[in-house]
């Protein structure tokens, strides 16, 4: 592939690929502050999403955000896992504590109503079956809220490696780090174990790991992972991560995380034949620069900016209406779990584990 090719009409969306009419009409589980800032704009621009039910655990406070994006209906927890208001919705965006992630996918898929699930699909490899057979069972379109797997700098990129324009890959590095108390409180869920699941690794790791097995379009056969916690509020979870994978290509990639430490997201990979560096692919908050050398030819390109969130909801919204399986599914997001498990599995032992 020559790059400019790889380049040209850089923001195409690839996966479009027939004419999709309507849209899904969406229950937004759980009002937090991604779903204000994020989620629920990125849905109003989109085109085959729209927001018809808020679900939350404070209805009354929650008016605001219904008044501001016309929702007519609001509900509490215990009312949406009852069926209340369930006509009004075809599917469900659950954005709760990752504990609570099954139970509210489950209870939407054996209502028929598909899902969109924000990742990690559950705190465990056995919970999260237990959601991607529901779903399986009730015949309900599952999508795990892999992000980048929809944005064009991340797309792009694999049409690269695909198509070998930097020889076969070798290494890739992916770090991203933001310091949690700079927009949330030591009680924030995400300090909690029994609702998170883990730490750093959990909620920051999984964007460059979940990345590189897209980009590689392969799974990762051994495991070795480190991680560091200085103290509260930290004690419970990994505040700092680092995961090694190793892959049946002879690849290796790195993979480090961190809730304490500056602001930083990049992705490189290093084929035989050249690079490419990708800056702040995981924030989500600027235009993405990307560089590309291949021999003794270097491309430079900023894409205009993407709102990555919109493209999700429009991508899955487009696999609902038209029938199509989504690329970040319920496997992917089980195959996270496995290896998520296996870091913290070796960073106890301190010894490498193997992945079937």
């Not at 509900?75 to 208001?85: C, N, R, S």
């Not at 992000?147 to 797309?155: D, H, I, S, W, Y």
């Not at 602001?263 to 590309?292: C, H, K, W, Y």
């Not at 496995?338 to 010894?351: F, H, L, M, P, Q």
Request: hydrophobic share 40%; net charge negative; aromatic share 8%.
């Amino acid at each position: 592939m020559a790059l400019e090719d790889a380049f040209a009409d850089f923001t195409r969306r690839d996966w479009e690929r027939e004419a999709a009419t309507g849209a899904v009409r969406l229950a937004v589980v759980g009002v937090g502050g991604f779903a204000r800032r994020r989620a629920l704009p990125a849905i109003a621009e989109g085109t085959y999403c729209e927001t018809t039910t808020l679900v939350t655990s404070s209805p009354d406070d929650a008016s605001d955000v219904a008044e501001t994006y016309d929702v007519e209906a609001v509900v509490d927890y215990d009312a949406f896992l009852a069926g209340e208001d369930a006509a009004a919705y075809d599917a469900v965006y659950v954005a709760t504590p990752n504990a609570t992630h099954g139970r509210y996918a489950i209870a939407a898929a054996d209502r028929g109503k598909h899902v969109i699930c924000e990742k990690p699909l559950e705190t465990t490899v056995d919970r999260a079956r237990e959601v991607v057979d529901t779903c399986a069972d009730t015949g309900v379109t599952l999508m795990t809220a892999y992000r980048l797997q929809t944005e064009p700098t991340v797309r792009r990129t694999r049409d690269l490696v695909r198509e070998r324009a930097i020889g076969d890959v070798v290494q890739l590095h992916g770090c991203f780090s933001n310091p949690l108390l700079e927009t949330a409180g030591p009680e924030t869920w995400r300090l909690d174990p029994d609702l998170a699941g883990g730490g750093a690794l959990v909620d920051l790791g999984v964007y460059p790991l979940n990345t590189i097995r897209f980009l590689l379009d392969r799974e990762p056969t051994g495991v070795y992972a480190t991680t560091h916690s200085s103290g509260d509020p930290f004690a419970a979870v990994d505040e700092h991560v680092a995961v090694q994978l190793e892959f049946d290509t002879d690849a290796t990639a790195s993979c480090t995380a961190s809730f304490d430490a500056h602001a930083t997201s990049r992705l490189e990979l290093i084929g035989t034949d050249g690079t490419v560096n990708i800056e702040s692919p995981f924030g989500g908050v600027v235009p993405q620069e990307m560089v590309v050398e291949s021999g003794d030819v270097c491309m430079e390109y900023t894409g205009p900016s993407v709102d990555e969130v919109r493209e999700e909801f429009d991508y899955f919204g487009y696999c609902v209406l038209t029938g199509t399986a989504p690329e970040p599914d319920g496997a992917d997001g089980l195959a996270d779990l496995r290896v998520i498990e296996a870091a913290y599995e070796s960073a106890e032992t301190g010894c490498r584990v193997g992945l079937e």
